[in-house]
T-cell receptor, first 116, second 112 residues
Framework: DGGITQSPKYLFRKEGQNVTLSCEQNLNHDAMYWYRQDPGQGLRLIYY???????QKGDIAEGYSVSREKKESFPLTVTSAQKNPTAFYLCASSTAGDIYSNQPQHFGDGTRLSIL | DQQVKQNSPSLSVQEGRISILNCDYTNSMFDYFLWYKKYPAEGPTFLISISSIKDKNEDGRFTVFLNKSAKHLSLHIVPSQPGDSAVYFCAASDATGNQFYFGTGTSLTVIP
């Protein structure tokens, strides 16, 4: 069954700790994305990656880091520099889009991060 | 600054009637628009899309309308069913497709 797997579903972190959220896809998609959702706000882009070993900052990248060593995996690290990390984090993927062929994104079920 | 806006946080509709969800955007460079549906504890799922060269796209009970001059799109669901009860997000991207901008969502409740 093809899809996107985010783990864990719930994550707790002590202040000052880094934490890594996992995102794996078996859809053979080139592009992967991380979003954050806060109550009353739309999804906001943290980082995206169009190809392996390359990634770009989104609108709210401060306090986050990513890596893209494999096509299937795009882990997100929430660092201690992120001042308000409590949120719902969504990972998405899509086939590589170009100006002739936009593609929708497929989402995982999310990870809810809470600060203890 | 929110580039994609959904001004109605919630909507209730009787089963069998039409549901109309609205979305406004500010960036004239956006040329690809999508609607996603989200159930609790699940990620959003893609519903329907439209490119700026069209003003209407239909898929079964779902139709998306785009008014570029007004920078407005809407999703029509006819007839509405209780299973349609969910949060609906609209999203937009420019020609590169590198970034998607999402609205805040509208929670639709279809009353049996």
């Amino acid at each position: 069954d093809g899809g996107i797997t985010q783990s864990p579903k719930y994550l707790f972190r002590k202040e000052g700790q880094n934490v890594t959220l996992s995102c794996e896809q078996n859809l053979n998609h080139d592009a992967m994305y991380w979003y954050r959702q806060d109550p009353g706000q739309g999804l906001r882009l943290i980082y995206y990656s169009q190809i392996v070993n390359d990634f770009q900052k989104g609108d709210i990248a401060e306090g986050y880091s990513v890596s893209r060593e494999k096509k299937e995996s795009f882990p997100l690290t929430v660092t201690s520099a992120q001042k308000n990390p409590t949120a719902f984090y969504l990972c998405a993927s899509s086939t590589a889009g170009d100006i002739y062929s936009n593609q929708p994104q497929h989402f995982g079920d999310g990870t809810r991060l809470s600060i203890l | 600054d929110q580039q994609v806006k959904q001004n109605s946080p919630s909507l209730s509709v009787q089963e069998g009637r039409i549901s109309i969800l609205n979305c406004d955007y500010t960036n004239s460079m956006f040329d690809y628009f999508l609607w996603y549906k989200k159930y609790p504890a699940e990620g959003p799922t893609f519903l329907i899309s439209i490119s700026s060269i069209k003003d209407k796209n239909e898929d079964g009970r779902f139709t998306v309308f785009l008014n570029k001059s007004a920078k407005h799109l809407s999703l029509h669901i006819v007839p509405s069913q209780p299973g349609d009860s969910a949060v609906y997000f609209c999203a937009a991207s420019d020609a590169t497709g590198n970034q998607f901008y999402f609205g805040t969502g509208t929670s639709l409740t279809v009353i049996p």
